[in-house]
Each structure stands twice: as C-alpha cells, then as structure tokens.
C-alpha cells in the first residue's frame, strides 16, 4: 500500500513543469481591478498586472475558483485591499496557490491599507450586531485619490525592491503618475467645489474616503446595518430622514439590488446614482482617472439636473 | 516642543493608574510612544539642517489640503495640528500571534417517522471549534474540534506546507480525505441537513474517511484555462465501517484527479475522480472505493449575492472484501460485494437570503454492514452475506439567511430503506458562526 502511495507522489513530483514565468516582467495579481490599474500606471511595460475581483462585483463576496489558482501560482507579487475586505474568499486562494512567494509575509505580499488613511476604524466593543463591520477600518479607502497616490507610491516602491534594475523606471512612472493625478484631482475638486456640503444617502458604506475628499455629508445608509439587506422599518426611516433633511440623491454600488433604492427616491422626489466603487465597474471605466471621471461627472450632471 | 510631545505620555501614565489597566500593555504602549517621539525628534533635525526650500522638493507628493473630517471621524481621529496617521490598527493589532479562532453551532431537529435510521428530535449536533494561524515562513497549521454533546472529536488537525518547490503541497495531520466532493466538507458548508445516502451507506456518513496521514498535491500541466489537481494521501488506514488497520501495513491510501474549467464568466464546472483503498473491515482483503463527481455552477458576477445555482451529482462504487464462507463443497470462499450509489441535486439562491433546494439519493448497501448513522433494525441473516439492500430517498430544502453568519434549513426528507421501511421527516437546522472562521477552499 505505501508503494501505492509512493508511486502515486512520484507521478506527481514528474509531471512536466507546468508553471513556466516570464523573467523580465514582474506577475503581479491584485485583489481588486482598482489596484491593478495602479499596478499598470507604475509598472507599465515593465508588470503584467491581472485581478481577482471585477469591478462590477461586490469585493466581498468573491468565489474562490480554483481558475484563480493558475494566475496566483504564477504571481511574484499579491497586491490586497486588507482591512478583512478579501477575509472570506482570498486566504484559502493563498494557501492553495502553492506559490511560496506570495504568502502573508513573504516579500510578494503586499497589503495596501498599511499605507492608506483608513476611515471609520471602531474604537469601541465591535461585534457582529453591528452588522459585517470591518473592526480594522473601512476597507474602501481606494476611492480617495490621495490614497490612490500612497498606493501607487508603495507599489513603485515595491516593484523596485523587487527589480532594482528597472527601480529608475518605476520612479519615473510613478512622477508621471503623480503629476497626471495632480492635475486630474484640481479638475475633479473644481467641479465637484460647487456641491460642497451636499447630503446623500448611500446604500452601503463604501464613499467615506470619496466623500470625506469631496464635501458630501452621507447622512443615512439603505442597508439598516453593513451587510443587512434593507427593511421596510429602515427604509420607512431612512425616507422620513431624507423628506426631513430636504435629501435627493441615494447612492448605489453596481452589484446592489435597485428595488429599495428607487421606492425611497419615488418617495421623497429623489434619484438614484449608481455610482462606480471601482474601476471596471463600467466597461469604459478601464483605469483609475476614468474611476474618478464616470463618477465625477455623474454627480455633477446630477447635482445639476436638482438645482 | 518636546514638552508638547511628551503630553500624550504623561495622559497615559496617568492613565496607568486607572483600575483595570493592563500594565503591560500600558508600558508597551509608552515604550512605542518613546520610539515615536524619538523618531519624530530625528526628522525634525533633519529637516532644520536642510536649506529653506528643499523640503518641498524633497516631498513631490505632498498631500493636497485634506477636506474637513466629519465630526464623527474626527471623535475618532487624531487630534488637529497632528500629523496624519498612515494605515489602520493592521492586523496584528487584532490579534497579535494568537490564531484565529472560530465557533461554529449546529443545531438539528427532526420530527416525523424517522423509520430505522432516526435521528434525535433535538440535538445541539456539533460545536466546531476552529484554530488558524500561519506557524512560519514555510507553514500553516489548521486545526477543527467538534464538540458533540457527549463527546470531543479532533475533526481535523494538520499542518500545510505552503513553501515547497515545483508547486507541491504536503499536509500532514488528521485530515478528511479528498474522496469525492462529499466527503472533504465540513457539516456547516454542507448544502443539506444530512449527508447523502450514498455516504452514509459506503464512506462512514458524517464521520466519512477522516483519518492521520500525509497528503500530497499538485496543480498539473493541463491545456490553457483548465485546472488540474492531482492529489496523493496515505492515511493510517482506520475508518469506521471503511477501512480497518490491524497492523503498521495496513495503511489507505486515497488518490483525487480533480479538474475545473470556467465556462462562462458566470458558469463552471468541476469534475472529479477519486480511488480509496484500505484493509476491509469486514474480511482478508482490500475494501476499494471508487468515486466520480461533477459540479455545474453558475453566478452572475453583477448579482452574485442575490442568484446562483449549483448542480452537484456524486456516484460511489465499492468492491468490498467480506468474511471467507464455507461453500457447499465445504472450501472457504472469499466473497465480494461490490454496491454501488450515487446523488443528484440542485440549489437555486432566488433572493440574498433564500436558497431552494432538492436532491434525489440512491445507493446499495452490503446485508447486515454497518451504516452511519447506524441502521438500527436487526439485519436479515437469511438474505446473505452478498444480499445487497438498495435505499432510496428524495429531500425538498429551504434555506434562509438572516446574515453572513447564521442560517436556518429546513429539509423534507422521504427515504425508502432496504428493510421495506419508508422514513417521512422533516428536518430542520440552525448554524452559526462565531469569530473569523476562514474561507474552505472552493
């Protein structure tokens, strides 16, 4: 019977190499579409940048297919959103990629929220009558472009460590980078200058950092807790708050069911925007300014249309 | 300046004096404010021995003013004029290196005629405790205890080691074999109340092939877009009802080709094959299990928290090796059965909180051989030993999620057994899910 056993791991130890890795290209995988697109903008050429996650479905809830498995095992370097975003589907994804490199720790392991303003970190007792609360942060801190800059900032730092022979390179993107983002957050903070102080209602709480970093009070959720779908008692409050703060518009992710939201907006006269938490929420969002861009210019066309 | 920075210490040595205070925790937190200030001391040296105007240049990247916090941010910020703080509380704030632990309850109820497998009307039927945590650059140890009622079981208990070359993987430890789709599950991901009848009457039911060995896999070479997993296990060779290890050499083995595809964006399937082998309980032999499974899913990436549907199908041949029997010419005999069983089921989620399922079981069973959970009519001695009793049944199931981390199942349940008893019950379960539980793999 061992014989059995050992013939069978020898059948497996010869099996021809089937993992065959570009040597002058870093392989880098990400959580999320938004941290590829940075990846690109530093990496450039010189990275092949892919992602688990699309952006038109929730990151919370992500099927980990073992297709995902082929890509992990290739990867030098796994870019995660961290803050227990990716905790329900990305760890096992991890520890069956057999890829030593890319483990918690490793050198290839790379969690961005170390390197990010984190919002709405609980300080009191957490616990799961909060609803799915992240007790680390808020896990959507991507959406402020300032953070967009300290990630692309790590990941230039990173692909250098990793290639220091291409490090003058990463360094250049990166300036370019930064300036093209520069410009962009002046038009952006420009447009956006007028709405200042708007109130919105959101459907989860994903917009702290893109409202903290554009003057948008969110003051109610359509989910009554995170993770909770919406019911009559809370939508009922959640109508009554926005009549009586005088609110128009309701906030949504792409990947939420519209039915709750648009009763509350034909309730109190409101709309509702679906709004891109990330890129490729759209198909012709297909980079991080372009996030920024659909995004931007829906509110404003928005804002516009209640004056 | 160094006054104003100190402040914060002094508040927390104050602070220390409360009742209650973990101390420790108290000076180590002193002791990284000291770093802190000492750092900070550094950088402000630096920055006064450089010329005016280099500053800017040295930080291309210098944040843009950030807009005013909410006020209930700020009540959680730092404070004003303070300088901004990178990062969140990282997880190891949360857990230093102690190892995720999780609870997960399994309550079960059953009412109706339960016929000659009955299970309890009420029974808190399983608390998994769960321990995860990486152990080095090179490991990972998992370990799941179930508490019965009556009883403590070391479900599984295994070391991996993720960091070997040519894209292997060894676990080692007590594991559940990778028989099948079935027989790897935990109850709590399981899409029923109940195991199939197939694994119940073939594989030890719940228990299944759960045994202390070694494992070994691997992603094979397969044409592009296609998953191929081979994996190799030797265990000691003990499964109720299963395998029997009498001796060192009577080890098991269990051998799964596993391959996967993505259809669709929103659609895969998975397909499997698996071979056991282990002494037989029941005479001088082998007891070989023969298994194929296939999975359908689908899930609409846009919707994938409101819809998905899921077709699994498992079919189970056994050749097992029985006591030898003297024949009519009074030689002794090795007789073998060799049943066979399979299921096929489906579950549609229609809302983000309700599932709709069904299942149909069929499978063979050896005369008067042990089943799990235990039949418990006496077998017919006058049918044989190679008489083979032949069970079917067909289960409805409703499924509701309050949230992420309970579920409440109800399942109807009609089973004919071999006997010639009909079963007619109604099934009904709670779960729960108490501290980070991590992902099973898919």
């Known amino acids: ?307 | 300046m160094r006054i104003f920075m100190l402040a914060p210490a002094v508040a927390a040595l104050f602070a220390a004096q409360l009742p209650a205070q973990d101390i420790t925790e108290l000076l180590n937190r002193m002791k990284a404010m000291e770093d802190r200030i000492k750092a900070l001391e550094a950088e402000v040296q630096t920055l006064k021995a450089q010329p005016p105007g280099t500053v800017a240049a040295a930080a291309p990247v210098a944040a843009p003013a950030l807009p005013a916090i909410p006020v209930e941010a700020a009540a959680q910020g730092p404070p004003p004029g303070a300088p901004l703080t990178l990062g969140g509380a990282g997880p190891a704030a949360a857990k230093v290196l102690n190892p995720d632990i999780s609870v997960i309850g399994d309550f079960l109820g059953a009412a109706g005629n339960g016929a000659n497998r009955g299970t309890s009307s009420l029974e808190m039927h399983e608390s998994e405790v769960g321990f995860q945590e990486v152990i080095d650059p090179y490991a990972r140890a998992d370990f799941f205890i179930s508490f019965g009622e009556h009883g403590v079981d070391l479900e599984e208990g295994y070391l991996t080691f993720t960091a070997l070359p040519a894209g292997l993987q060894l676990k080692v430890g007590k594991m559940r074999a990778a028989f099948g789709r079935v027989n790897p599950l935990h109850n709590h991901v399981l899409p029923w109340t109940d195991r199939p009848l197939v694994n119940q009457d073939l594989v030890n039911g719940e228990d299944g092939i759960d045994d202390a060995g070694l494992s070994l896999s691997r992603i094979l070479p397969a044409p592009k877009g296609i998953f191929l997993e081979g994996t190799a296990q030797l265990f000691r060779g003990d499964t109720d009802g299963v395998f029997q290890a009498d001796k060192r050499s009577h080890v098991s083995t269990v051998e799964h080709l596993r391959l996967y595809r993505d259809l669709a964006e929103s659609t895969n399937i998975d397909l499997g094959g698996s071979f056991a082998r282990g002494n037989s309980p029941f005479g001088n032999g082998w007891n070989q299990l023969y298994g194929a499974d296939a999975t359908l899913r689908w899930k609409p990436l846009r919707r994938s928290i409101y819809h998905s549907f899921v077709a699994r199908s498992e079919l189970i041949w056994a050749r097992t090796v029985l006591a030898p029997v003297r024949t009519a010419a009074l030689s002794l005999s090795t007789p073998i059965i060799t049943p066979f069983g399979f299921y096929v089921s489906g579950d549609y989620q229609f809302a983000r909180r309700w599932f709709l399922g069904a299942r149909f079981d069929r499978s063979q069973r050896g005369n008067c051989l042990p089943t799990n959970p235990p039949t418990t009519t006496s077998c017919n001695l006058s049918l044989g030993p190679l008489a083979l009793l032949q069970d079917t049944g067909g289960s409805l199931l409703l499924t509701y999620w309050p949230s992420e981390f309970s579920q409440i199942r109800g399942q109807l349940r009609r089973t004919q057994y071999g006997e010639g008893l009909t079963a007619n019950e109604l099934l009904f379960q709670f779960q729960f899910s108490m501290g980070a539980h991590g992902a099973h793999p898919f």
């Open chain 1, 1 to 307: 019977m061992l014989k059995r056993f050992f013939a069978s791991a020898v059948l497996l130890l010869t099996a021809a190499a089937g993992v065959t890795r570009a040597a002058s290209k870093l392989t880098v995988m990400t959580a999320t579409q938004d941290l590829a697109s940075l990846a690109r903008e530093v990496g450039g050429d010189l990275v092949n940048a892919d992602s688990i996650a699309m952006g038109y479905q929730d990151p919370h809830f992500v099927e980990p297919k073992p297709s995902f498995l082929l890509k992990l095992q290739k990867a030098d370097l796994l870019v995660v959103v961290g803050l227990q975003l990716e905790i329900g589907w990305l760890p096992p994804l991890i520890t069956q990629s057999r890829n030593a490199r890319i483990q918690v720790g490793a050198l290839g392991y790379l969690d961005m929220s170390q390197y990010c303003q984190i919002l709405e970190i609980p300080t009191g007792q957490v616990t799961r009558a909060m609803g799915d609360v992240h007790p680390l942060g808020n896990p959507h801190y991507w959406l402020d472009p300032e953070n967009g800059r300290r990630i692309a900032k790590e990941l230039a730092a990173k692909f250098s460590e990793m290639q220091p022979a291409n490090a003058a390179a990463f360094a250049q993107r990166f300036a370019d980078f930064d300036k093209r983002l520069s410009i962009a957050e002046k038009g952006w903070e420009v447009r956006m200058a007028p709405y200042r102080g708007r109130k919105v209602v959101t459907y989860h709480r994903s917009w702290p950092n893109f409202c903290e970093r554009f003057g948008l009070e969110v003051v109610d959720y359509v989910e009554p807790k995170p993770g909770i779908p919406p019911t009559p008692v809370h939508t009922l409050e959640v109508i009554n708050t926005m009549k009586r703060e005088g609110i128009k518009l309701i906030l949504v992710e792409p990947y939420f069911d519209l039915r709750a939201p648009n009763k509350i907006a034909q309730d109190v006269g409101g709309q509702v925007a679906v709004l891109l938490p990330s890129v490729g929420g759209v198909k012709q969002v297909t980079d991080y300014f372009q996030l920024f861009d659909y995004d931007i210019n829906l509110l404003v066309s928005l804002f516009e249309k209640a004056k």
